[in-house]
């Protein structure tokens, strides 16, 4: 009876319109990233001979002129500007020919240089974070990031390659992926693959009720198909991903490091250290079934109050977007709890296995092993009530 049930469950799902009509979106959606928005993107490190060309001529033109009227020196309060733009357009001309000649490496060793130097003056009257609250913190971090990042790329002995400069090879871009809002995209469609779980079996009352099975049994096998399922169409979206990112724009290397800060009260880079990028994504990843699973488990408790998927699907996707409005960089404590004990600051699981939420939250207590305590603990308490709403809404009831 259970293979019955299992089987039966399987092709209502697999053969389901509205799923594969979403399926067929999130693709269209995964396309259009890869072809259109990665390749437009505006990255901090991207490198354009033309414009860094038109800089240059700019500034030489300048320089001329000082030449001519011997404004080479020390200014009271310009400082040796002359001397500080003949080291920018030394600097910048040797990373065009490394980089006109696809000698990446030599290029990051030219603007690594730079960057120690004069790059965190760049990076600190940039408009980056313009709508963060600690924008110039943020900026500061960012470019002790970028230091300890570029330097690792040259530590080893891996081909270094543009791509991995502006992150855009796949490995960075799975944790980037799962570090910001794309990961609620990923969460609803758990919700919405799953969201009509139970109303769609009043077009199959009879073989339903046939089965010498318990009403919570039938549940959780409901739920096993469901979370299953997904996971296939999320392994596969991001087995898509992979090959076709792969083919334009690179692996990386499972040996690349991504720098993070620790402890929270020092600012400077001496105290900062390196994870692996595999095993971050490794460890975001893990969280994403258990995640899937609470969703899933709530999709079944809201169907058996409203009996209706879009009441479902309403609430569940407010309930996974209450994640937005409790997070705050402001905020340490909500309701007189540590923010670190809701579930839904463990949404952003590429944050979590980063311990980037640490720095933007700036506390120390939202870990990979807190996020596993708190996720069971939410377990436990959605499995309570799915048992007890069960029971106060039996299979005749429901149907």
């Not at 299992?6 to 269209?28: D, Q, V």
């Not at 960057?115 to 990076?123: A, N, P, T």
């Not at 899937?292 to 709530?298: E, G, H, N, S, V």
């Amino acid at each position: 009876m259970f293979r019955t049930l299992l089987s039966h469950e399987f092709k209502l799902t697999f053969f389901s319109k509205k799923n594969n009509i979403f399926i067929g979106f999130l693709l269209l959606l995964l396309s259009l990233y890869i072809f259109i928005l990665l390749p437009n993107q505006d990255h901090e490190e991207s490198f354009s001979v033309e414009e860094v060309t038109q800089e240059l001529e700019d500034i030489e033109a300048l320089q001329d002129y000082r030449r001519d009227q011997g404004y080479t020196g020390t200014g009271v309060m310009s400082g040796p500007h002359y001397a500080s733009q003949e080291f920018y357009l030394d600097i910048h001309n040797r990373q065009i020919t490394a980089y006109q000649k696809d000698n990446i490496r030599r290029y990051l060793h030219h603007r690594l240089y730079y960057l120690d130097q004069f790059g965190e003056e760049e990076y600190i009257q940039s408009d980056l974070f313009a709508g963060e609250p600690f924008p110039g913190k943020d900026r500061l971090h960012l470019y002790n990031q970028t230091l300890l990042r570029f330097q690792s790329y040259l530590d080893q002995d891996h081909t270094i390659t543009m791509e991995m400069v502006e992150q855009k090879s796949t490995i960075q871009q799975m944790q980037q992926l799962i570090s910001q809002l794309t990961i609620y995209l990923l969460f609803f469609s758990v919700i919405y693959f799953n969201n009509d779980t139970l109303t769609r079996d009043k077009e199959h009352k009879t073989l339903l009720q046939g089965l010498p099975l318990t009403w919570y049994s039938t549940l959780n096998i409901k739920s096993l198909v469901g979370l299953l399922y997904t996971l296939c169409i999320l392994g596969g979206s991001f087995l898509f991903f992979i090959v076709i990112n792969s083919l334009l724009n690179g692996f990386g290397h499972l040996e690349l490091l991504l720098p993070f800060k620790e402890p929270l009260e020092q600012v400077n880079i001496a105290h900062y250290d390196y994870l692996s990028l595999f095993h971050v994504l490794l460890k975001g990843l893990s969280l994403i079934p258990i995640i899937a699973y609470i969703f899933i488990r709530l999709n079944i408790i809201l169907s058996l109050i409203f009996k209706n998927p879009w009441a479902v699907l309403m609430v569940n996707t407010t309930l996974l977007m209450s994640g937005t409005f409790i997070y705050s960089r402001d905020r340490e404590t909500l309701f007189g709890f540590d923010i670190s004990s809701f579930p839904q600051i463990y949404f952003e699981v590429g944050k979590i296995a980063s311990s980037e939420m640490n720095y933007l939250l700036n506390i120390d207590g939202v870990t990979y092993s807190k996020a596993l305590v708190v996720l069971c603990i939410t377990i436990l308490a959605v499995e309570l009530i799915l048992w007890v709403t069960s029971k106060l809404v039996p299979k005749q009831r429901f149907y």
